[in-house]
T-cell receptor, first 113, second 110 residues
Framework: SQTIHQWPATLVQPVGSPLSLECTVE??????LYWYRQAAGRGLQLLFY??????ISSEVPQNLSASRPQDRQFILSSKKLLLSDSGFYLC????????????FGPGTRLLVL | GEDVEQSLFLSVREGDSSVINCTYT??????LYWYKQEPGAGLQLLTY?????DMKQDQRLTVLLNKKDKHLSLRIADTQTGDSAIYFC??????????FGRGTSLIVHP
């Protein structure tokens, strides 16, 4: 069966510090991968998605970047965090097929102080 | 662009049925989904329905789709306190990028 992991689960970082959040998927090959941000427990904002290694599409201009160094690894990064980067970050995966369904990881809660 | 709308809150008594409604604008929607998010957790897929169906039942969950009106609903029978969560409606058309609603907070009280 497929599983998706995210770490860390919780992170408190000072403004201006770098960020690296990791997401890995097990049990599937060549998944589509997604990063979302959820602010104040409501609504999902799609940040990045990837259909393959090294292929990253950005949905909104921002202080963040994403990379996909391996087939089942998706990393969200920032060189200098802003206060507005605080939120709940969710990684998701899907596999193209008859039913295109996204499955979500447990999330990382980021607090920038 | 595509839009998905949901009411923000729903309060029900334990044991009653809950009906969470959703409207969408994309007429090319192929799949429609319901997700559940408990506090501090990721989204859990509850069920989905193809756009060529009008109803799907899975235990206590019933999904109704009115494609003409672009209206989707999720009915939870015999609602329990463990059903308290945020419920997200989502639709997907020709791309692999779904559009999510803002979520409906379901509050179940004794």
């Amino acid at each position: 069966s497929q599983t998706i992991h995210q770490w860390p689960a919780t992170l408190v970082q000072p403004v201006g510090s770098p960020l690296s959040l990791e997401c890995t998927v097990e049990g599937t090959s060549n998944p589509n991968l997604y990063w979302y941000r959820q602010a104040a427990g409501r609504g999902l904002q799609l940040l990045f998605y990837s259909v393959g290694i090294g292929q990253i599409s950005s949905e909104v201009p921002q202080n963040l970047s994403a990379s996909r160094p391996q087939d089942r690894q998706f990393i969200l990064s920032s060189k200098k965090l802003l206060l507005s980067d605080s939120g709940f970050y969710l990684c998701a995966w899907s596999v193209s097929g008859p039913v295109e369904t996204q499955y979500f990881g447990p999330g990382t809660r980021l607090l920038v102080l | 662009g595509e839009d998905v709308e949901q009411s923000l809150f729903l309060s029900v008594r334990e044991g009653d049925s809950s009906v969470i409604n959703c409207t969408y604008t994309d007429s090319s929607s192929t799949y429609l989904y319901w997700y559940k998010q408990e506090p501090g957790a990721g989204l859990q897929l509850l069920t989905y329905i193809f756009s060529n169906m009008d109803m799907k039942q899975d235990q206590r969950l019933t999904v109704l789709l009115n494609k003409k009106d672009k209206h989707l609903s999720l009915r939870i029978a015999d609602t329990q306190t463990g059903d308290s969560a945020i419920y997200f409606c989502a639709e997907m058309g020709g791309s692999y990028i779904p559009t999510f609603g803002r979520g409906t907070s379901l509050i179940v009280h004794p």
